[in-house]
């Protein structure tokens, strides 16, 4: 199996609804470009992922979003790309075909309160769906693998809640430690390095809004009053 000596993750740079969450009233997402800052934050993150490269090839799977390609693009990783795949699995969490902002504001909340892998929303899918096509998507990782031809890295362009939650399922995180991680910001990229035993490592956790444990349960949440 020629499993690849680095698994990175590169969420999208900033995007014209990062900028102003009111196009999503009028623009289909998958649509939605990157701003002049977010190809500008691409560009940046490009100079850390050939360095990680270090001369070495590729193989990219890319969100179909508009963002996510524009970001691959500004990356500017030339030949080091072996292939691109387009990756649909690799999509955003699908909340609404168009969002209005009053209803989604209302979600929100009501996803703060129910939790963010379980909440659907309206239209849309819950963290729980991404997490099930993430699983889908690993057992093509794995077929892909299996070829002796394989590029010694691989790279996914994609959305910081994929990145979050390919990481949980890779690693076998609990919901309760998924629930209080933190979306990487704009352009920020993670990796999954390859150790001498045959396992990966996450070179930086993701940060987190509440203090929990990996292996911590609904057991351990706090009880519910009703």
Not at 88 to 109: H, M, S, T, V, Y
Request: proline fraction near 5%; charged fraction near 25%.
């Amino acid at each position: 199996m020629s499993a690849p000596g680095k698994i990175i993750m590169i969420r999208h740079g900033q995007s014209a609804a990062n900028a102003d969450t009111s196009i999503y009233n009028r623009v289909p997402d998958y649509r939605i470009p990157l701003t002049a800052l977010g190809v500008e934050q691409a560009r940046a993150a490009g100079e850390e992922i050939r360095r990680q490269l270090d001369g070495r090839q590729v193989c990219v799977y890319v969100s179909p979003y508009l963002r996510a390609y524009q970001t691959l693009e500004a990356l500017n990783l030339g030949p080091l790309v072996e292939r691109v795949i387009e990756e649909p699995r690799l999509r955003e969490q699908d909340w609404a075909n168009f969002q209005l902002a009053g209803e989604i504001e209302d979600q929100k909340e009501l996803r703060n309160a129910y939790g963010h892998f379980f909440y659907r929303f309206r239209e849309g899918e819950s963290g729980s769906d991404v997490y099930d096509r993430i699983s889908s998507f690993m057992e093509t990782l794995y077929r892909h693998w299996s070829k002796p031809s394989y590029a010694p890295n691989a790279l996914f362009v994609t959305h910081g809640l994929t990145m979050r939650l390919f990481c949980m399922r890779w690693f076998h995180w609990s919901v309760e430690y998924f629930e209080s991680l933190n979306n990487p910001e704009n352009a920020e990229v993670r990796t999954l390095l390859r150790t001498t035993g045959g396992k990966y490592e996450l070179d930086k956790p993701f940060t987190q809004w509440e203090q929990r444990r990996v292996d911590e349960t609904v057991l351990d949440a706090p009880p519910m009053f009703f």
